[in-house]
C-alpha cells in the first residue's frame, strides 16, 4: 500500500506540525500526562488522514470489454432512470456511489475508449449522499465513448467536507478502466451515467470495490 500522490505534501506538512506541537510540549508542560493524551490524539489524526490517502495497487483481473467498473469504492446509493441535461442532454441510467471518509479515494475510468468530453462546474457542498448534489455541488464531469460508440458520463462529486476535486481524463486521450481518472478529498460521490437499458449488475447499498467491482453490461448502441 503506498500513499497518493495527492496526499503527499499536506501529510508531510501534516507530520511537521504536529511534530512541532509535541516536541514544543514536551520540552515545556510539566505535567507528562497531558502530553500523553496530546501525542495519542494527534497520532490517531496523522493516521486517519494517511488511511484517507492510501492508493491501492489494482489491476482489473477479467476481460473488461463490454463492462462498466466501478469508478470508486463506496455503496450504491442511487439506481434510476434520470433526464441528464447537463451534457448529454437524453434519458439515462444513474448508477451513484457514495464514498466516506473512510474509503480509497482515487477514481477510475469506469470503461474502456476515448475521452470524449471534459468540463468543471462550481457548485455547493452538501452532504454528497443526497440526489441534488449530482446537479448543485461542485463536479467535474467525463464522457468516454467505447470502441462500440457507447457514450458512458462519469460524474466527480464533491461532498460536504470535500473542497478539491482533480481530474486527470484529457480530451482526445484513450483510457482503461485501470487507469486512475482523479480523485476527490475528503467525502465525495461518482455517479455514472448510461443508455437506458443497460444490464445492471450491482444492487442497492452494495458495497463496491473501484476498478475490481462490474456495475453494469453495456448492450450494443441503438
Given at each position: ?8 505534501s ?30 495519542g ?12 490517502f492510501r ?26 432512470e ?23 479515494h482515487?477514481?477510475w ?13 462550481s ?8 440526489p441534488?448534489?449530482s446537479?448543485?455541488?461542485?463536479r467535474?464531469?467525463?464522457v ?6 457507447v457514450?458512458?458520463?462519469?460524474r ?17 486521450e ?43 453490461r ?5
Amino acid at each position: 500500500m503506498k500513499v497518493h500522490k495527492e496526499g503527499t505534501s499536506l501529510l508531510l506538512t501534516l507530520f511537521t506540525i504536529l511534530f512541532i506541537v509535541n516536541i514544543s510540549l514536551y520540552y515545556t508542560t510539566h505535567k507528562p500526562w497531558i502530553f500523553y493524551v496530546v501525542l495519542g490524539i494527534t497520532s490517531t489524526l496523522f493516521l486517519l488522514v494517511l488511511n484517507f490517502f492510501r492508493s491501492p495497487f489494482r489491476k482489473f483481473p477479467y476481460d473488461s470489454e463490454g463492462l462498466v467498473i466501478a469508478p470508486a469504492d463506496g455503496r450504491i446509493v442511487a439506481i434510476e432512470e434520470v433526464m441528464e441535461n447537463e451534457i448529454l442532454h437524453r434519458e439515462c441510467l444513474q448508477i451513484s456511489i457514495f464514498m466516506s471518509v473512510f474509503n480509497v479515494h482515487a477514481n477510475w475510468f469506469p470503461v474502456n475508449g476515448t475521452v470524449k468530453h471534459v468540463s468543471h462546474n462550481s457548485g455547493r457542498f452538501m452532504a454528497a449522499y443526497l440526489p441534488k448534489s449530482s446537479t448543485e455541488n461542485e463536479r467535474s464531469a467525463v464522457v468516454i465513448t467505447t470502441r462500440n460508440g457507447v457514450d458512458v458520463l462519469a460524474r466527480q462529486i464533491a461532498g460536504a467536507m470535500a473542497r478539491r476535486i482533480v481530474t486527470y481524463a484529457k480530451e482526445g486521450e484513450k483510457c482503461h478502466v485501470d487507469d486512475q481518472m482523479g480523485f476527490i478529498k475528503f467525502g465525495s460521490r461518482v455517479d455514472v451515467y448510461l443508455p437506458l437499458g443497460t444490464e445492471v449488475l450491482v444492487e442497492m447499498d452494495q458495497t463496491v470495490t473501484g476498478n475490481q467491482t462490474p456495475i453494469a453490461r453495456l448492450g450494443k448502441p441503438v
